[in-house]
């Protein structure tokens, strides 16, 4: 999620795959791949064979993502997140329930990335539930709830019901805390359980 390269490889390993998803690694791997040189057609072949190593069924139209991507100039982004003992205080505060507290740390990662100056994002459930390892329903009934219940998080705006380019059934949220991206933990290769054991050990 933070690092798209990496989560391109990742997808590419058989890793953080869930059928929910199945648009957004597309996505991801598509751009990868068009970085890489490849031509439509190259694409759409290197994914279908991806697919049937993992036995993936993709219920999307591949030929749209592939060709939504290439005439997108979007590069893959590849950003730097640090997570500083304010940061891990300001969660603390707020909850002493773990996976809670995995998912504040996940939201602020995502918030120090691509959070404008008013410390609002947006993002998607299904694709933050597949980087952390949790079912969308669970992730936001019980601990995105928490997280708004208790002042952490602010849902600005619901998505809309039906799927599309622009509206990728992403949820527009204020956080409650600094974004100065600093600090001694460091998100390396996306793995936010491993910060999350090293900021909270």
């Not at 505060?93 to 990662?109: E, G, S």
Request: aromatic share 10%.
């Amino acid at each position: 999620m933070i690092n798209e390269k990496q989560e391109a490889l990742d997808y590419l390993q058989g890793k953080h795959i869930q059928e929910d998803n199945m648009y957004r690694t597309c996505l991801i791997i598509a751009r990868y791949y068009k970085e890489e040189g490849l031509k439509h057609v190259d694409i759409r072949n290197t994914i279908f064979d991806w697919a049937g190593q993992y036995h993936i069924y993709i219920k999307h139209d591949l030929n749209a993502i592939i060709t939504y991507v290439m005439s997108n100039p979007l590069p893959l982004k590849e950003k730097t997140v640090k997570i500083n003992q304010k940061d891990r205080d300001t969660i603390s505060r707020i909850t002493t329930n773990p996976k809670t507290r995995l998912v504040a740390l996940a939201l602020l990662c995502y918030a120090k990335a691509y959070g404008n100056k008013n410390r609002e994002f947006h993002i998607s459930s299904v694709s933050l539930g597949a980087w952390i390892g949790m079912h969308r329903s669970q992730l936001k009934r019980r601990y995105i709830q928490e997280l708004i219940d208790f002042e952490y998080l602010e849902e600005l705006e619901k998505p809309k019901n039906n799927y599309t380019w622009s509206n990728p059934q992403n949820t527009k949220y204020r956080i409650q805390a600094s974004l100065h991206n600093s600090g001694e933990y460091e998100l390396v290769q996306n793995d936010i359980r491993k910060l999350y054991e090293e900021v909270f050990s």
